[in-house]
């Protein structure tokens, strides 16, 4: 047994991505199957199986996986029970008073996770300093145990008022469902989130036990198999915060992995970035099923302390990623009115798209890039997939008779809708978070991520696009470079004058403590930790607040007023003046990892050019146009070639416009630098 491989695979909605390093030669290899939606743990036993790699060879597995997210919004999760402080039943279900889109008509909201009925309320009641003001009472929570018991609830979520300050209450909970219900999962919202805000930390309970008993069964299962197999290396999952942790940790606290899949392609960016020092990136990850966009900044992912998913809040650290249904199974379709839409439904990996020859009927993105000629049948995508040409006409004739269009033109506009969609993606995370832009270079990944991206960072102003090497399972690839992270926080209300104070002091310490404690017990010495500080600020008299990075330990509160003003104007635009207060303090734990060298690219000879391997006819802006066609595996470090061309490898296609030139970097890296104007003007 050589022991010197890591291995991550990314199971996502159509794929499932795997990209293996042998550590003793430096060699990176990649492959996609397709995924097993009725046993998603089936597609990962293929993905081991595709990477060549013996089980028993290797040393850490790194695994993402959509399943939670998945459940969430398909609402095929868990039956949840959710126990509240008497007289706060309804803080779940009744939320905040706050409506994300005010001038939308049509809003509905989205459906919750359960029922009044499934709420209960103990006699129990904190204050906000940890105090007891009403005693637990033993008889009310077996009352309210029974019940649950009796109804058959799968997982049970846990609230009390103000148990982030005293979590003794939950903890008896716990003690008392465990006794009336054996073996029923249950989820404490203090174990999750230590901050005030009892809706906010309750829907973070909830989701995480919505999402428990799915994961838990799926954990089990595909560790079971991997032990069969030989599998005795350490099993990491990354998670929405952008780090990853261990499978048995994710398996209690399966809420962290609702972003996992997205968050492998950040954290890869982020060290990519690194490795060709470019500092701001805006990401685009478009998979077989979903598009997922977000930003690196100064080298680092831009990270939200209290995201969200679907209204439903979720108060812990995670990426800042927006994702929209604009990928490559995407469905068009006519809509009531008769107008072209496409997405967010997809048609996955079964059947798939039509041009599959997997039985799906339906015409897709896919499609109709078969159809307007980037994708081609020259091609077969992973190598062994030979679409087929005359099934996508087939899928898209309908809707264009409908439309009295060519095929090609509704291929065309099929494939401007998704452009649009995805350019407003980035807007999201870019112009209306106080950003432009044009400050960026667009990296560009996933399967599909390569067919648009040419046109995305056009309409964008954005002038240089990147794309890495192995760009079809860059997510995987970035899972490779995921350290262990674990975060921490404390609500604390005191005046900004106050920070550096012996309280804050005692509650970082706390922290710190807890931190070194969890990553020793998984095996970092004490030279493999890092911890950062941070704190939540505000103006006092506000609500909300911006996270600040704050010095080590002894500092005094002089630096923050500074730093919390830049960090204001960055997100507001504006600043004001009057006193600021600190509202939560916050630790971020991480275990270093080894990562891996990227190989660098071989070099052509001076005096050789790289040479297309075919051309192919390209519907654009009304008229075909002959694209020469590249393999990227032929092309070497300082390559140059120019526009328009279709470069295609195993895992995925990347296309350039006339007026666009690629070059080839040192890593392999494509840089496509975007023409100021170009045919794709003339379309509009």
Not at 376 to 401: C, E, Q, S, V
Request: charged share 20%; net charge negative.
């Amino acid at each position: 047994m050589t022991e010197t491989v890591r291995l991550a695979v990314d199971v996502g909605g159509t794929f499932t991505d795997v990209v293996s390093l042998d550590e003793s030669t430096g060699r990176l290899e990649f492959a996609k199957v397709s995924t097993v939606p009725s046993d998603p743990s089936a597609g990962v036993l293929d993905a081991f199986a595709a990477s060549g790699v013996a089980v028993s060879d290797v040393d850490t597995f790194i695994h993402g996986t959509t399943l939670g997210l998945n459940a969430l919004l398909t609402r095929t999760g868990a039956r949840v029970a959710v126990v509240a402080t008497h007289g706060f039943r309804d803080v779940y279900l009744l939320g905040r008073t706050d409506r994300p889109m005010n001038y939308a008509i049509a809003y509905r909201k989205p459906p919750a996770l359960l029922e009044r009925a499934d709420t209960f309320e103990v006699v129990e009641r904190l204050r906000f300093d940890g105090s007891v003001e009403t005693e637990f009472s033993i008889e009310s929570a077996r009352e309210v145990a029974r019940v649950i018991a009796e109804r058959g609830y799968d997982a049970v979520a846990v609230g009390f008022l103000h148990a982030y300050a005293n979590p003794g209450h939950e903890q008896r909970m716990r003690e008392v469902l465990l006794e009336e219900a054996p073996g029923i999962m249950v989820s404490l919202s203090h174990e999750l989130s230590r901050e005030y805000r009892e809706y906010e930390r309750t829907s973070t309970a909830v989701l995480d036990a919505y999402t428990k008993p799915l994961v838990g069964r799926y954990l089990d299962v595909l560790s079971g198999a991997l032990d069969r197999q030989g599998f005795t290396g350490k099993f990491l999952m990354t998670h929405s915060g952008g780090g990853a942790m261990t499978a048995a940790a994710a398996k209690e606290q399966p809420v962290n992995l609702i972003l996992s899949g997205p968050a492998g392609g950040v954290i890869g960016a982020s060290a990519f970035s690194r490795l060709i020092e470019e500092p701001n990136l805006i990401t685009i990850d478009m998979g077989g099923t979903s598009l997922d966009a977000s930003l690196i900044v100064g080298h680092e992912p831009v990270v939200l302390v209290g995201g969200e998913f679907e209204q439903m809040p979720i108060n812990m650290p995670s990426l800042d990623i927006h994702t929209i249904g604009a990928g490559g199974g995407s469905v068009a379709y006519l809509d009531a009115a008769g107008a072209l839409q496409v997405g967010p439904r997809s048609a996955g990996a079964a059947p798939g798209p039509a041009s599959y020859n997997r039985g799906g009927e339906e015409p897709t993105f896919t499609d109709a890039a078969l159809c307007v000629g980037f994708l081609g049948t020259d091609a077969p995508l992973g190598g062994t997939l030979a679409l087929r040409d005359d099934l996508a006409r087939k899928a898209l004739t309908p809707i264009a008779t409908s439309l009295a269009m060519t095929v090609e033109d509704l291929a065309a506009g099929i494939l401007r809708i998704s452009t649009a969609k995805i350019v407003g993606a980035v807007r999201t995370i870019t112009v209306e978070a106080g950003r432009d832009p044009k400050d960026f270079a667009l990296l560009s990944f996933g399967g599909g991520g390569g067919l648009v991206s040419a046109d995305v960072a056009r309409e964008l102003g954005v002038r240089t696009v990147l794309v890495p090497p192995g760009q079809g399972a860059f997510s995987a690839l970035g899972m490779l470079l995921s350290d262990v992270q674990h975060s921490f926080a404390r609500t604390l209300l005191i005046p900004s004058s106050a920070m550096g104070g012996a309280e804050s002091e005692a509650r970082f310490g706390e922290m710190e403590h807890d931190a070194r404690r969890v990553l020793v017990a998984e095996g970092f010495a004490a030279d493999r930790q890092v911890l950062a500080r941070s704190v939540d600020a505000r103006y006092v008299g506000q609500e909300h607040t911006v996270t600040v990075a704050s010095p080590t330990e002894g500092a005094d509160g002089g630096w923050l007023e500074s730093a919390f003003t830049r960090e204001y104007q960055q997100k507001y635009g504006h600043t004001q003046s009057g006193p600021i207060e600190i509202t939560t303090v916050r630790v971020r734990a991480t275990g270093l990892v080894p990562k891996p060298d990227l190989p660098r690219a071989e070099a052509r000879p001076a005096s050789r050019r790289p040479a297309p391997v075919g051309r192919r006819k390209v519907y654009r802006a009304g008229r075909f146009v002959e694209y020469s066609r590249y393999a990227r595996e032929d092309l070497r470090a300082g390559d140059a070639l120019a526009g328009p061309a279709i470069i295609h490898e195993h895992t995925a296609t990347t296309v350039v416009h006339e007026g666009d030139t690629v070059s080839v970097g040192a890593y392999g890296q494509l840089t496509v630098s975007i023409a100021a104007t170009t045919d794709h003007k003339e379309e509009r």
